[in-house]
Each structure stands twice: as C-alpha cells, then as structure tokens.
C-alpha cells in the first residue's frame, strides 16, 4: 500500500495544474493542433480558435491529473493537501475567461454590455454587478428553486455542445434601492413578477449552506423539453467554472439555457458564459491520442539465433491488461453457452447478488457460501479477476429485514461477523471489495451507529486483507444532475474517509445510464474525480432504459471510448451484459428475463447490435502484426498493454513464445532466443 502524500507532494501538484490553466488563459495551440500539423492536416481557422479555446484538453489538464496519481496510488490522504488541491481545481478568486466571440454561442458573455441578451428565469430578477476587472450578472430574489439567469439561442443546428460558465453564490433578497445596472424580473421563461423586495425574499439575508456551498446545476430547455447539462457546488467564498453539454440531433427551434438550483433566495452570480459547438473530428483524435498514449506503449523485439537468418514473425495479442468486465450469476456454472460467450469476452467478473450480505445470510446466524465459494473457484481457474460486491449497502430498503430488527449493539456484533466472514473467506481469492455501496443515497449503518463506522469498514476489510483494493461504489455521479451524488459530493465523502485513516483505494462509478450519455459532462467529472489520485472504475455500466439496439450500441461505445481515453479510469464492467438463465432468478425476480435493454446478447447469447459493437471495440483495441524479419533486426510497434504470443517461423518451423508488456512510459525491449 503506497504511503499517504503530504502536503510536500500537494504544493509539487500545483505548479502542474497552474501550468494548464496559464496554457489555458494564453490560448497557446493545444496538442490537437500540433499533431494535426505534423500529420500534414492544417487545421481550419475554427478548429484553430475551437482548440485554442479547450487548452491542454480543457481547464483541467489530463497531463495534470496523471500526474496527481502516478502509478494508482492510494490517494492523497492528508487534509491540507486535499484542502490545498481542492481550492485551486474547484475555487477561484477570479472567473476565467469566455470563449472568443466567434466560437460562442452566447453573447454578452461577462455581462460587459449590461443585461443584453440575458433573462430572468422563472420567479426572479436579474442584474448587472461590477468588480474591480470584470462585471457578472445576479439572479436575486428567487423564489423558486428552478429560477435563474439565462439565455435563449434560436434555430441550433444538430451538433454536440458544450457549456462553461463561471458561478457563485451570494446572499439572498435584493440590494437595497432595487435591482442596479437595468435590472429585470421575470421573463421568457417564468412569468412575469414585480421588484421583491430584500426583506420578503426568504427572509432576506440568506447565504448558501454547507460553509456557504451548493450544488446549483445548468439546464437546457430544448423546444420545451428540459435537460440537465451540467452542475457544480457553487461557493460564496469564490468562483468555480460549472461545465456541462448536450447533443442535438436535429435542428431545435429555441434552446434556453438556464443555471438553477441553489435555495430559494440565495443569489446566483454567474459570468464569462460560453457555449461552443464540440468538433466532432478533434474531439475523436483527442480520444485516440489519449488512448496511444495512456493505454499503449513502444515495443522492440529482437530474434536472436546463430547464423543471418531470416523469420516471419506474427504477434497477436491474446489477452488485454486493461480489465473490461462484466456482472455474472451462478448460472455461468452450468450454462455452456454462457461460460463460451463470456470468456471470449471479458476478463473480470463481478457477481449480480452472491456477494452482497442479504444473499449470504438471508436469516440470522444462517450463512450460506455455497454459490459464490463456486463461482470465486470458477472464475480463478480460468484466470478471471473478481470485483466483490458489496460488504454493506447504505441504503435501507437493502437491508434485511432481520438486521433493521437488531438493537444497536446487536447490529454492530452482526456487522463485524459480516465483515470477518466475508472478506476473510476470499482473502486473495477477490482483486476488489466495494466495502460500502452507494453511501451518498443512504446511510443506514451510519444513521444506526454514528458515521465513523463508514471508516470502520475500510480499516478492517484491510486488516483483514492488506492486498485488496477497497472501493466507494456509487450511482448518478457522472449519469445524471444529483445533487446527493455529484462529483464534489462523492470526492468529499473519499476526503472524509481518508482523512479519518480509512484505506480507500478506489472509486466506483456505476454509470447505469437511462438515456443518452452527455459525453462532455462525463469527460469533466471523470477529470474531477481524478483529483483524488485513485483509480476510476466504472463499475456498472448499463442503459437499461434504452430499448433501441442501434442506439444502445451508438451510447454503449460513445462512453466505453471517453472512459477508454481517460487516464484516470482503470477498468470498466458492464452490467447485464447477457441475459442470466431465467430459471435461476425466478424466486426472486420473476419478470427479470421478460426484457433486457442493456443486454448485449439475446437469451442464446447471441450478440446483437451493442454486443456486435462491444466485440468491434476489443478488436479495435488489441494489437495484431505479421513482419518478415532478419535475426538481429528490430521489430518496432506500439501495442496495447497485454500478453502478447509470438508465432516465429523459422525454415518451415513454427516456434511459440509470450510476453507482456505492462503499463509503462517507457519502451519495452523484448528478446526471443531461437
């Protein structure tokens, strides 16, 4: 376990991130641009001022992020440090600047030339305010939640989007006189209201909670249908830039795009708003230079024999060192069509319920292994790595009916027998625990026995283990606008943890999706979880409510190729990949096999469309070359981190050798004696 980084490490961090942020401000030409120069490709001027615009890959440097957590360690652990890395990701003295105006999509960005261009959303007002360099508008006297500043766009044509805009919050009511600057109420969206005054708007001076902290989030009301595109935790004390997206697939007659959600009366400030059209091109060869860059690494192999002979080598990667999984049940132990469909396709497993505590002791003091001890035996003889899931879920409705009858010391001793049961039983048989599951919708045990039994967890499932990474898992972190379960939200519950000694060592991203994935909203709150320096899983992927094939692959492959791209992001497992054998979960969920969205394959587990479009993906990400080589002479490739099989001939003799090649920066040497 790698030790805790000090607040030495912390200020080493720094420079690092304020790197990107001046290559940012000064709008240098980002590495999109350099490469497609030296390719030969002169980008066009708007692919120019488009990557000028997005920086080192956007404000938040990925070059940045990675170095924040070399070599997945366990995070950063002391307070400082994260208080320190915190302020300068998250908070702001000053708002950064707008999109150049012949990429933005807004106008009147930073409020320069008074309210033009901007409205009241919904029961509130709106005014212009003056720093000392930059004006900002302020949503005051709201009284609704929903109600916020905004601006309406006309006849958008069918792109993808992405927003950023510059937040904060201030005090309810509104200033003394009036609304200053040629203040507006009311407005296109909500109806129209007289001045309110300070006293009558929630009961004046109202501040945000939380130490003046919360999440107001950004929408989209798109020819009368409402989208959340983004959302943040807002602060009284600074700026923070809210970043979101979203895609039209045809031509929208009017888009109003709003900022909400802070509590009714609180001001919400807003300034240097941009929305800008995602180029598609660039975007995909970020995604594929990342993927060369994080995912591959340079290979030199060299035969070597007596005599100059001559070899035809082919290399063909046989399995990936990038864990793409996928949830199972006991029914693989018997189904031959599953186990062939499976095998040929993931190499790691997590189980759908025979980990959890209600499956293993459905009655008190009744424990029953049977099935996972097969399945975690299964799995281990053919060279599969298994994800346990979970130890304890924090949501109540989860929790057996005979453990919520338990007094308090009762439910402690059941949970230290829970925990001494399970995770001893697979001690160096399971590469990950998920010790606490979905802990930001519920928080039974902490509610029962005081929240430092959440850090009580990780210290003995270590104990207990001290080579099993210990994963947070949660839902709606990067899926959807939560206000419980944001990224700010999901990195203070790991800062809290660590910081009272818990050994979490990973963060569990479910990413079950119900609709389309917004892929400019993923790929920024990947980068703030990445703040944390600990390795991303997403741990449940699915699109359960998604009944189109073709558009569950286009989804399916949209975020396999942003989560693929991030370096943060360690492994990836699909939830309800195939659909389970109907008579194993028939007690428990008779309708479970009537239909399956998210399925890849159908009940005889063949592929359709996002499975097809699964199995192209893993084809497109593995490394495969055949050469005619001299003895002694190099054979030069990029390759995907794996374990590789050498097919050498030799004067009509076949010889077979393997290698791996690990996850380094630096070049691999290979040498094959004949």
């Not at 002479?633 to 077979?656: C, D, M, Q, W």
Request: charged share 20%; hydrophobic share 40%; proline share 4%.
């Amino acid at each position: 376990m790698a030790p805790p980084v000090s607040i030495g490490v912390a200020r080493r961090l720094l420079p690092l991130f304020l790197a990107s942020v001046a290559l940012f401000s000064h709008q240098r030409p980002g590495p999109l641009i350099r490469a497609a120069e030296s390719a030969g490709l002169p980008p066009s001027p708007y692919e120019r001022e488009w990557a000028q615009y997005r920086g080192a890959d956007g404000l938040l440097s990925l070059d940045y992020l990675k170095a924040s957590h070399t070599s997945h360690s366990d995070g950063l652990r002391g307070r400082k440090a994260l208080d320190q890395i915190f302020k300068v990701v998250f908070c702001s003295p000053n708002p950064g600047p707008a999109a150049p105006p012949n990429i933005n999509l807004l106008k009147n960005p930073r409020f320069q030339e008074g309210l033009s261009a901007w409205q009241a959303f919904g029961d509130s007002s709106l005014r212009r305010a003056q720093a000392a360099n930059y004006s900002y508008g302020v949503s005051y006297a709201r009284r609704e939640e929903y109600a916020g500043p905004a601006q309406m766009i006309r006849n958008l044509p069918a792109a993808a989007y992405e927003l950023a805009i510059w937040v904060k919050l201030g005090a309810g009511g509104a200033p003394a006189g009036g609304p200053a600057g040629g203040g507006i109420s009311g407005g296109i969206f909500g109806r129209s209201v007289g001045k309110i005054s300070a006293s009558s708007a929630a009961g004046g001076s109202v501040v945000a909670s939380a130490g003046g902290r919360q999440y107001v989030n950004a929408m989209a009301k798109i020819d009368g249908k409402y989208v959340c595109i983004g959302g943040a935790n807002a602060r009284s004390s600074c700026w923070t830039k809210l970043i979101g997206g979203f895609t039209l697939h045809r031509t929208a007659a009017e888009v109003a795009v709003y900022i909400q959600g802070a509590t009714v009366g609180t001001e919400i400030w807003v300034t240097s708003a941009s929305l800008i059209e995602v180029n598609k091109k660039m975007w995909r060869q970020r995604q594929n230079d990342n993927i060369r860059k994080y995912r591959q690494r340079d290979v030199t192999l060299r035969l070597h024999g007596t005599g100059a002979m001559s070899a035809r080598v082919q290399i063909d990667q046989v399995t990936s060192g990038f864990p793409f999984g996928a949830n199972v049940n006991g029914a693989i132990l018997y189904d031959r069509n599953y186990q062939r469909w499976f095998l040929s396709r993931f190499n790691w497993a997590v189980f759908n319920n025979e980990a959890k505590w209600y499956f293993n002791e459905q009655s008190p003091g009744v424990v029953n292994y049977n099935v996972t001890d097969a399945l975690v035996e299964w799995f281990t003889r053919r060279n599969v790595k298994v994800r346990a899931h979970n130890v304890f879920w924090a949501v109540e409705k989860f929790v057996q009916t005979w453990v919520k009858d338990l007094n308090n010391t009762a439910l402690w001793k059941a949970m230290q027998r829970r925990m001494n049961s399970a995770v001893q039983r697979y001690r160096g048989k399971v590469q990950h625990w998920d010790v606490l599951n979905e802990p930001m919708h519920g928080n039974y045990y902490g509610g029962r026995l005081g929240g430092n039994v959440h850090a009580w967890m990780f210290k003995a499932a270590r104990a207990l283990d001290p080579n099993v990474r210990l994963f947070l898992n949660e839902y709606n972190t990067v899926e959807q606008c939560d206000k419980e379960a944001n990224p700010e939200r999901y990195l203070e519950k790991v800062w809290n943890l660590t910081s009272s000694g818990a050994p979490v060592t990973g963060i569990g991203v479910e990413a079950h999706y119900s609709g389309e994935p917004q892929l400019v909203r993923l790929k920024h709150d990947l980068n703030k979880l990445a703040v944390a320096g600990m390795p991303i899983w997403l741990t449940e992927l699915d699109f359960n409510e998604v009944q189109s094939e073709r558009q569950r692959a286009d989804y399916l492959e949209a975020v396999m190729r942003e989560a693929f791209a991030h370096p943060s992001v360690a492994g990836m497992v699909l939830w309800s990949a195939g659909r389970s054998t109907c008579a194993y979960y028939k007690d428990m969920d008779p309708g479970m096999c009537s239909t399956c969205d998210a399925c890849l394959a159908d009940a005889k587990f063949v592929d359709n469309l996002a499975g097809t479009r699964y199995v192209r993906l893993r084809k497109e990400w593995s490394t495969h070359l055949i050469r005619q080589v001299t003895f002694g002479s190099p054979v030069k490739f990029r390759g995907f981190h794996g374990k590789y099989r050498a097919r050498i001939t030799v004067n009509g003799r076949l010889i077979e050798r393997y290698f791996y090649v690990p996850k380094q920066t630096t070049g691999l040497n290979v040498d094959i004696r004949i």
